[in-house]
């Protein structure tokens, strides 16, 4: 494989888990995070998740000794300088990511891919700011990135074949599986997915049925592991309505417009389960 050495740029819950899932496979992998604090936070947490593993003899502390090892932390991009592939993994930021990659084409090798694990920002612009457009390209992984098996590979009209083809030989390498997208707003999964979330919660702000009873209807008659508030909440309702955002702004069509209630609800911080509480209520759990 062309990919030895991968970066990842943030240390969050979606960078720290693919640079857990990029370490445990073999690869040398570098987290840079914006400062230590943050770096020390990210890193601590994946720590932490490795220690589950151990609890739950599903690894042992040799095992976890050899990822930690694989890992390294940074703040400075430079530290990305000898990456075969980079995974941005920052906050959801158009300008913020266009200068990112920018700034990876003058530090990175030559044959290096740079990648972003964006949801719903514009592939084809970051390669646009690089002289490289032919090795950008989209890694969209889910969370929890241990737990989840999918990765969208985004391809932008710039991608070329190749590129695509060792990023995908990649994702395999470190046991997810990989779907193949165009670069257009929210992919595959969130461009069927957001719609019914929207419509749960206008079906809710109708008075059709209570939260409880939607959630078991989709469960029950869906198969669907969680019923539609239960994922609002877990993904949170301000990412939810970003995302909706974006994508009513991309396409303009009235099934992709936030719902009143779902506006009303991220106003008055009612984020779901990292603030407590969102369409249930998580304090007094």
Known sequence: MAIKNVGVIGCGLMGSGIAQVS???GFRTVVVEANRELLERGLGGLGRTLDGLVAKAKLDEAGKKQILDRIVGATDLAALKDS?????AITENQPLKNETFARLDAICPPHALLASNTSSCNVTAMAAATKRPAQVLGLHFFNPVPLMKLVEVVQTILTDDKSVAQAYEWVQAVGKVPV???DSTAFIVNRLLVPYLLDAVRVYEGGLASLEDIDTAMKLGCGY???PFTL???VGLDTTMYVAEVMFEEFREARYAPPPLLKRMVMAGQLGR???KGFYDYRKQ
Do not use: F, N, T, Y
Request: aromatic residues 0%; neutral net charge.
């Open 274 to 276: 990292k603030s407590g």
């Open 84 to 88: 075969d592939l980079v995974i941005e």
């Open 225 to 227: 592991p969680m019923g």
């Open 232 to 234: 609002l909440d877990l």
């Open 180 to 182: 193949r997208a165009k």
């Open 23 to 25: 370490a445990q496979a």
